[in-house]
Each structure stands twice: as C-alpha cells, then as structure tokens.
Nanobody, 117 residues
Framework: QVQLVESGGGLVQPGGSLRLSCVAS????????MGWYRQAPGKQRELVAE???????TYADAVKGRFTISRDNAKNTVYLQMNSLKFEDTAVYLC???????????WGQGTQVTVSS
C-alpha cells in the first residue's frame, strides 16, 4: 500500500507562486510515474503535469511555461512549482502515483490552491 501526502497549497494573489510537494510511502516511488491533477468545483479532474520514472515530463497546455514538475527519488517526493498563478488555477490539486501500465494507481487527499485578490 502506498500513501501520498500533499502539502504546499494555500491562498495566493494572481501572479504569485506556490510550490506543492507530495511525499510517497513505500519503495516503488522511483519506478513509478507521478502526476499532479486538479479539480475545480463543478469541473472534471484534469491532468496538470506528469513526470515519468525516467524523468520525461508532460504538461497541460493551460500551465505550460508557468508550472514545473520535478521529482527527488532519494526523498520519494514529487514537486509542482507554480508561477504566474491565475484565477483559473484555483482548484484542489491531487498527487497521483501509478505504474506505467496503471496496474498500480494511488491518489493523495489533495491540497487546496486558491488564487484570489
């Protein structure tokens, strides 16, 4: 069983920055693909960014150039650096760990990000 614990969310003004962290328990982190998703009220959950076990990254068009995903395998941690935040980035951000074939799939509880003036 894998547990994912997110942190780093909060209230920020438009144009501000936040860094989210997600720490995974267990020993499969380094061979797993990691993702950050978000879900706003009344909207479907959407992929924000993903980083494969070997480091390849993918971003949603809405966050390209503003967000950066990274991972530290020694700390079992994945990060999401969010810059130039916009009102529309307001959502619960959830961490995901999955095996390349999605046979294993785990979610964190989420951390709230609110962009407001």
């Amino acid at each position: 069983q894998v547990q994912l614990v997110e942190s780093g969310g909060g209230l920020v003004q438009p144009g501000g920055s936040l860094r989210l962290s997600c720490v995974a328990s267990g020993s499969i982190f380094r061979i797993s693909d990691m993702g950050w998703y978000r879900q706003a009220p009344g909207k479907q959950r959407e992929l924000v960014a993903e980083i494969k076990s070997r480091g390849t990254t993918t971003y949603a068009d809405a966050v390209k150039g503003r967000f950066t995903i990274s991972r530290d395998n020694a700390k079992n941690t994945v990060y999401l650096q969010m810059n130039s935040l916009k009102f529309e980035d307001t959502a619960v951000y959830l961490c995901n760990l999955h095996s390349p074939e999605w046979i294993l799939n785990y979610w964190g509880q989420g951390t709230q990000v609110t962009v407001s003036s």
